[in-house]
Nanobody, 121 residues
């Protein structure tokens, strides 16, 4: 099994920055992609960003392009999400996800417990 632990969430004012991290442990050799989803109150969980193991494909949802950057630390099986120019609409619980495939969906194989990001206006 794989365990994912997120960290780095918190409260920030609009225009500020946060860096989220997700550490994978356990059977990490099974992972082929990792990334982030988020879920705001009363909203569906949505895809944010992904990084794949086959050369580092990094798609982003349109609303965060140019502001968020996903990266991978291979040695530590960790992915990070650098979030700049944060907006109130970025407020959500952010979930780390990992997949045995090179893509991520809402049915991804592994999920972290989530970390709250709150952006005040």
């Amino acid at each position: 099994q794989v365990q994912l632990v997120e960290s780095g969430g918190g409260l920030v004012q609009a225009g500020g920055s946060l860096r989220l991290s997700c550490a994978a442990s356990g059977r990490t050799s099974s992972i082929r992609a990792m990334g982030w989803f988020r879920q705001a109150p009363g909203k569906e969980r949505e895809f944010v960003a992904r990084i794949s193991w086959n050369g580092g494909s990094t798609p982003y949802t349109d609303s965060v392009k140019g502001r968020f950057t996903i990266s991978r630390n291979n040695a530590q099986n960790t992915v990070s999400l650098q979030m700049n120019s944060l907006k109130p609409e970025d407020t959500a619980v952010y979930y780390c996800a990992a997949s045995k495939l090179l893509v991520l969906t809402t049915s991804s194989d592994y999920w972290g417990q989530g970390t709250q990001v709150t952006v005040s206006s």
